[in-house]
Each structure stands twice: as C-alpha cells, then as structure tokens.
C-alpha cells in the first residue's frame, strides 16, 4: 500500500512523525487480516519494531503486509515499511513491524479464524517464527511486575530529574472521523497520539529536540468509542546517555456518565538531540516513589529483551531472504 508523505505528517524537523510511520502500519496491517478473517477485526497489540529513518516530504511510503500466521482467533501481520524517493527510485527500509489484530464476531467476542496453511519453506519460516513471537507476547502478559530478572541492577540515586517532571496529559476528544463505522476508534489514531504526547514528555524530561528510535510495544486493551475522551499520558520513565524510555497510559472517559478505563499502554524509546542534529545526553532519571521504581526496572527489562531479541534477528536473518512482511 503506497501513500504520499504530505506536509501534515510531518514534524517540526521536517521529516515523517513516527506516529505517522504507526498509524500507516495500522491501517494497511487490518486489510490482509480481514480478508483471512473475512469479517471485523481490532488491533491487539503492536511489537517491538526500530524506526531506521524518517522521510521527507514528497517520498512514498510503502507498507507491504502479509499474514504470518493465525490462532483461534487472532492473526499476525508482518509489515515492511519502506520509502521510495519517486524521482530516483532508492528505496530505504523504515522499520518492521509485526501487528496482531483479532477477529471480531456479531457478537463483539473474539471469533474463530480460518486456519492458515503454509505452502513453501518461507512461510513454513514465517508461521515458526510467528509462533515464537506469539509465546513471548504470551510470556510477557503472564508476567508480574516486579518479577526480578537476571542483569536486575538498583536504579540510579544523586542529582537528575524525577519522571514526574516530564508528566504529559493530553485530551483528545474523538469525533467520528476518528473512528470506524462502529463507532470505535481506529488504533492508527490512537498511535499517532501516543507518540505526540510521548514525544512531548522526552523533549521536556531532556530539554532537547527528540526523534523516536523504536517502540517497545503496544497493548490496546479497551475501544475507544466516539464523544469520549482519551487522555494520553506520557511520562519519562528512564533514562541513559541520550535514550529516554517513555510510558504511554491511554484513559478513555465518558463525560456524561463518568465512566474511565484504560484502553491502551505503549512504551517508546526516544533519543535528545543537540542544536547540531547529533545525540545529546538526557539529565539523569531520578525514581522517588515505589511506582516509579517498578516503572524503571520494567523498562530496563524492557531494554535488556529487546537486545537479546536483536541478536536473535540477526542470527535467524543471516542468509533469509527479506522480502514483505519479513
Ligand atoms: C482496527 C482498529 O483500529 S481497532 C482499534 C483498537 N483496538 C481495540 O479497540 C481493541 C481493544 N481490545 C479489546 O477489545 C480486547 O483486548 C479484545 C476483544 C481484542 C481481546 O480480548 P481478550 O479478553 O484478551 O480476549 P481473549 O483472551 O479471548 O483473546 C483473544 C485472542 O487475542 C490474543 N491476545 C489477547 N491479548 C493479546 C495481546 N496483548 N497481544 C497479542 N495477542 C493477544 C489471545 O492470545 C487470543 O488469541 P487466540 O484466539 O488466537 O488464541
């Protein structure tokens, strides 16, 4: 799915936003999943994926989507962003992204999916791959905040700033054209947001411009629905060198019966940068509270997986081919 990079997606630096890069992976990565579906489907959660460049006005942004394999009811889509200078024809990797979305019945319960058979080694590949992918998903839902892991060091103490000090609160109302035809809000729209109020609350934590370098991962929990409000809040939650690990809380609220819940959580990662365009150290990350020592070891964990997962990438990408949706 080709789309033109136009002046409203861009950041106050000129290139693509990362929300824009997510919002483009949600909506291409829901076509291929409802056609194997053939019926609804709501995005779950969004992996871990590395943003390798951001480009200008003008280029071509192309996500090339597959699925890599299918649950009871859940389907896992590979995306390949890449974009294409359409005066030269270079073509640049963007980031990879893997989205699982699950089939929705009449019922609104999740609904059985037909099941996919892999027909070459490639996709025998992609569906092995898939499912070590899924039992990590698995394994990080089961797990317990405050679990120690191997590496767990204590935080930092000594002079710097505490999260609080980058807290980001921002409302947004949906109106319909933020939503599907249901009435639920589309999770491009919800993406696109997270990393605007993320984004804010790095740039106040480090008093630098910032771009984003990956995100660590992204659970939709509730819907959203029209007429509410969702509130995304974004706070610092460590820091090292000139990387910021921020945490996104989406609260949903409806004003006319006071209900609240929690309908999304994602975590970024996000880098200063000096007046030259070069990385430029973060102030120290001080965590006071109990909250926001729990919140600073689980993004160290967070860290520590997605290093040990890069080498696994790189040791099973040796000698594959790279082609959509790898
Ligand atoms: C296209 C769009 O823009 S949609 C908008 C944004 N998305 C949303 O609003 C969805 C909000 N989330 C929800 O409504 C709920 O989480 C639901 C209905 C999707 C799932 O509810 P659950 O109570 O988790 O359902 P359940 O436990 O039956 O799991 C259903 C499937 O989802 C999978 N799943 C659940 N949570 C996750 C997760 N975080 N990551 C990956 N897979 C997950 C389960 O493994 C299961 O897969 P399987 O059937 O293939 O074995």
């Known amino acids: 799915m080709p789309v033109r990079v136009l002046p409203q997606d861009l950041g106050a630096d000129g290139r693509v936003t990362p929300g824009t890069v997510l919002r483009g992976v949600d909506l291409a990565a829901a076509m291929p999943a409802m056609r194997h579906a053939r019926g609804r489907v709501v995005t779950v959660s969004l992996d871990r994926m590395d943003f390798f460049c951001f480009p200008p006005v003008g280029r071509a942004l192309l996500f090339k989507c597959r699925v890599n394999q299918a649950g009871r009811s859940s389907m896992e889509v590979g995306v390949r962003v890449e974009a294409e200078d359409l005066a030269t024809g270079e073509v640049r990797h963007t980031a990879t992204a ?32 898939a499912l070590e992918r899924r039992a990590l998903r698995k394994a990080e839902r089961g797990r317990t905040a405050g679990e120690p892991f191997p590496g767990d ?36 729209v919800i993406l696109l947001n997270m990393d605007q109020a993320a984004a804010m609350a790095a740039m106040r934590h480090a008093g630098l411009a910032v771009e984003a370098v990956s995100v660590q991962g992204v659970s939709f929990l509730a819907p959203g629905r029209v007429d509410e409000v969702l509130t995304f809040r974004a706070c610092v939650e460590r820091a090292r060198g000139p990387l910021m690990d921020v ?36 102030p120290a990350l001080i965590p006071g509270s109990a909250q926001e020592l729990e919140r600073w070891r689980e993004a160290r964990r967070r860290g520590e997986a997605r290093d040990a997962e890069r080498a696994r990438e790189r040791d099973s990408q040796a000698g594959a081919p790279a082609s959509p949706g790898d």
């Open 98 to 129: 893997y989205a699982t979305f699950v089939a929705m019945g009449p019922d609104g319960k999740p609904a059985a999916v037909p099941q996919l058979l892999p027909e070459t080694p490639d996709e025998e590949r992609r569906v092995r791959e």
């Open 153 to 188: 060091i204590a935080p930092p103490t000594g002079p710097g700033r505490s999260p609080e000090a980058s807290r980001t609160d921002m409302p947004v109302r949906m109106m319909p054209w933020h939503a599907n035809p249901a009435g639920n809000v589309h999770g491009g």
């Open 247 to 282: 945490g996104v809380e989406v609260m949903a609220e409806n004003l006319v019966t006071g209900e609240s819940r929690r309908a999304a959580e994602a975590w970024m990662v996000y880098r200063g940068l000096d007046a030259h365009g070069a990385p430029g150290d973060a």
